[in-house]
């Protein structure tokens, strides 16, 4: 595995708390297909780690692996001290509520507003019957208010979301993502389907969020100038593997070439200031 320079020590060595532990994960889908091969990881502060590799590499697989919308075949996965691999029915939803998931496509009812969809960050909190006839707390809708408002929604609580931009959508799944107040947020390819300008806002937003709260990010993302500029710490994946876990500016053009093969990295690899904006 290449890495960017000598690895800061682990937070067993310095006594410090184990946010998330990934050790070994394989998944191996029917066929044979093997998704992931042993991906061991440590996430010992709040930071934000931007996920690459090339389309197959297994990045979707991880992500979706931690939360166990896909179940891993063998390894396991540490959320402080629990580990979520094998967790039962009752067990795996309780820490799934500690999870904040932003998916690429926004996964919105698009009949629902604005507001019922950020709400809906809540139903593992609130009783059935409650949530079925959607009534939360007033702190649950107070606070939502608030994060629309931090997510640059202020005012479009009761559109629907099928009325919304691409970017606009990605931020009520931010929102309704962070109405969890998780401890970790996973977060599959937020970019995909946005403008360049659009991706670099949202980027932004989920970094500044993620700090804010003091959680860490797991961002799987194709944008290796993106990963690079919002990113503290990137991990490169092929064929299932870790290949490179480091900062950002240790991605030179022989790691890129080590991830995803040879090609010219020198349109690829840029300043994080380059369009003249703050990362923070």
């Given amino acids: 595995m290449m890495g960017g320079g000598e690895p800061p020590p682990t937070a067993a060595a310095a006594g410090g708390p184990l946010l998330l532990g990934i050790e070994a994960l394989t998944k191996v889908y029917p066929g044979g297909q093997r998704a ?6 440590t996430v010992e502060r709040a930071e934000v780690i931007a996920v690459v590799g090339s389309s197959g590499a297994g990045k979707s697989t991880l992500i979706r692996c931690i939360n166990r919308l896909v179940e891993p075949t063998s390894g396991h996965v540490r959320l402080g001290g629990l580990d979520l691999v094998g967790l039962k029915r009752r067990e795996l939803r ?20 604005v507001m019922e969809n950020v709400l ?32 640059g929604l202020a005012g479009f609580e009761n ?7 691409g970017g606009q959508r990605q931020r009520v799944g931010i929102a309704r993502a962070l109405m969890q107040d998780p401890d970790l947020l996973l977060v599959d390819e937020p970019t995909a389907s946005l403008d360049p300008k659009t991706a670099r806002q949202i980027m ?15 961002i799987n993302i194709h944008d290796v100038a993106l990963a690079q ?10 064929a299932g593997r870790v290949a490179f876990d ?17 090609e010219d990295w020198s349109q690829t690899i840029r300043r994080a200031d380059d369009d003249g904006e703050s990362t923070q």
Avoid: W
């Avoid at 309780?94 to 507003?113: H, S, W, Y």
């Avoid at 559109?159 to 931009?165: E, H, I, K, V």
């Fill in 36 to 41: 992931l091969d042993g991906v061991s990881l």
């Fill in 94 to 113: 309780a820490a799934r509520r500690r999870i904040g998931m932003i998916f690429q496509e926004f996964n919105l009812v698009e009949r629902l507003t």
């Fill in 120 to 151: 809906s960050g809540r139903l593992g909190f609130v009783g059935f019957l409650a949530a079925l006839a959607r009534r939360f707390p007033p702190q649950d809708v107070s606070g939502a208010f608030a994060l629309l408002d931090r997510v």
């Fill in 159 to 165: 559109g629907r979301a099928d009325a919304l931009s």
């Fill in 204 to 218: 932004r937003l989920i970094r500044s969020l993620a700090l804010e709260r003091r959680r860490p990010a797991l």
């Fill in 229 to 238: 500029a919002f990113a503290d710490r990137v991990v490169g994946l092929k």
């Fill in 246 to 262: 480091g900062p950002p500016q240790a991605l030179t053009p022989e790691v890129l070439t080590e991830i995803y093969g040879v």
